[in-house]
C-alpha cells in the first residue's frame, strides 16, 4: 500500500471509530505498517500524534453534542474517560471552558476537523540520500525509554540532562538513535551514544547496544541543526516515501548521526552544521 494512501485509510479508520478503545497500535495494523514507522510519519506529515489526534477529534465532537443538551457523563462514557472527572479536565485543557460551561452558557468552543491529505506534486526532484551497507557496530551510551506520544518535547529534555550532569565528558553524543526492536510497540529506546571502544570501562548507568547489520538509506542534513533535522524528517515521510518502488523500512531502528561541533563556529546552529539520518531498508519482494 503506498504511503500517502496508508495516512488516507487511517484517518478514515479513526474516523469510523472514535467512539471505539483504539490505539496507535491498532491505527498502524489497519494499514499493515510497523507502528515504529508509522507513528513517525504520521506525526511529521500531520502534525499531530495518533493519540493526540484522537483525543482531539473526541474532544471537538462532545462539544458539540454538550450544546445539544447531552448529559456530561453518557459523553464522558462515549468518548473514552473513565469518569466526568477526567472528562471535564481533558475538555476544558483543549476548550478553555468546561462542559458544564457550555452546556448553560453556549460558550465559545473549538472546532477540531479531520485531516485531509493531499499530495502535491512539484516536478520531477527526489531528494539527495544514499545506499550504504554497514556491518553490526556497538555503541555505548545514556538510554532512557520513551513514549511516542510526546517524545519529540522530552528528547531533547533528555540531552540537555545529559550535559548538565557532566556525562558529556563520557559520551560525547556522535548518535542519536531510536530502537524498537519488536517494530510494534507504544514506547521505544533512545540512546544518546558514541562507538564503543572495548579497551575502556563502561561508567555506572552507561549502556551497550549492538546494531545490526543493514542497508542503510542515508539522508545528508546540511544547516541549523534546529531546522534541517526536523525538515529533512518531514521531507523523508513526504517526498522520499511515497516516491519509494524497491525499497521498505527493514527494521526498527533510526539513527542520527552528528558531526563534531568544534568544526563549526557557532556549533550545531552553524549554517555549515553536517548531519546525517540513517534508516535501515531491504528490497521489497515481489508480488
Not at 19 to 42: C, H, K, L, M
Request: charged share 25%.
Amino acid at each position: 500500500m503506498e504511503w500517502t494512501k496508508s495516512i488516507s485509510e487511517a484517518i478514515e479508520f479513526i474516523e469510523n471509530n472514535l467512539t471505539e478503545d483504539i490505539s496507535a497500535e491498532d491505527v498502524a495494523a489497519q494499514v499493515n505498517i510497523s507502528p515504529f514507522y508509522f507513528q513517525r510519519g504520521f506525526a511529521l506529515l500531520c502534525g499531530y500524534t495518533i493519540t493526540e489526534y484522537i483525543r482531539n477529534r473526541r474532544l471537538a465532537l462532545a462539544a458539540g453534542e454538550l450544546s445539544e443538551n447531552a448529559k456530561i457523563i453518557d459523553i464522558a462514557v462515549k468518548y473514552g474517560y473513565d469518569s466526568p472527572d477526567a472528562f471535564t479536565r481533558a475538555f476544558t485543557r483543549f476548550h478553555g471552558v468546561t462542559p458544564s460551561t457550555v452546556q448553560k452558557n453556549h460558550a465559545i468552543i473549538k472546532t477540531f476537523a479531520p485531516l485531509k491529505i493531499k499530495l502535491s506534486l512539484e516536478g520531477g526532484y527526489l531528494m539527495d540520500y544514499r545506499l550504504v551497507k554497514k556491518e553490526s557496530f556497538t555503541v555505548m551510551g545514556a538510554a532512557k525509554t520513551f513514549s511516542y506520544d510526546g517524545a519529540k518535547n522530552v528528547i531533547p529534555q533528555f540531552w540537555a540532562e545529559h550535559y548538565e550532569k557532566g556525562n558529556g565528558k563520557y559520551v560525547c553524543g556522535m548518535f542519536g538513535i531510536n530502537i524498537d526492536e519488536s517494530m510494534g510497540e507504544n514506547q521505544f529506546e533512545y540512546l544518546i551514544a558514541d562507538l564503543y571502544n572495548p579497551v575502556q570501562d563502561i561508567p555506572e548507568g552507561f549502556v551497550t547496544r549492538t546494531i545490526p547489520a543493514f542497508t542503510w538509506a542515508v539522508f545528508p542534513c546540511r544547516g541549523k541543526i534546529s531546522s534541517t533535522l526536523q525538515d529533512t524528517n518531514t521531507r523523508i515521510f513526504s517526498e522520499w516515501l511515497p516516491a519509494l518502488k524497491e525499497y521498505e523500512f527493514s527494521a526498527g531502528y533510526c539513527i542520527e548521526m552528528y558531526d563534531d561541533v568544534r568544526k563549526y563556529p557557532n556549533g550545531t546552529e552553524d549554517e555549515n552544521y553536517y548531519c546525517e539520518i540513517w534508516i535501515p531498508v531491504k528490497r521489497k519482494q515481489q508480488q
